[in-house]
């Protein structure tokens, strides 16, 4: 059974940091694209990063450099490592499994100003 669960959100004040967990079973995420998307306030859902198997990881522009994605294989965990957060920021996060079409719950973070 696939499954993903999310943790590590919360509130952090503006210039803070964050990592986000993605813990996977039912399938090894290193054969997989892995994705983090964001849904903010009445705003669309929007794309934040993505890993393909060989571990080649690209980032939506208003995070590169900030947001690091990353993944343990071992733990068959992905990661995201959100610095220098902002209040633009704030969002349910989710992980997925681009090619399953499965995504996470989400978790919520919110940066203050």
């Known amino acids: 059974q696939v499954q993903l669960v999310e943790s590590g959100g919360g509130l952090v004040q503006s210039g803070g940091s964050l990592r986000l967990s993605c813990a996977a079973s039912g399938f090894t995420i290193s054969r997989y694209y892995m994705a983090w998307h964001r849904k903010a306030p009445g705003k669309q859902r929007e794309w934040v990063a993505s890993t393909a198997p060989d571990g080649d990881t690209n980032y939506a522009e208003f995070v590169k450099g900030r947001f690091t994605s990353s993944r343990d294989s071992a733990k068959n965990t992905v990661y995201l490592q959100m610095n220098s957060l902002k209040p633009d920021d704030t969002a349910v996060y989710y992980c997925?499994?681009?090619?399953?079409?499965?995504w996470g719950q989400g978790t919520q973070v919110t940066v203050s100003s």
């Open positions: 997925g499994n681009v090619g399953l079409h499965y």
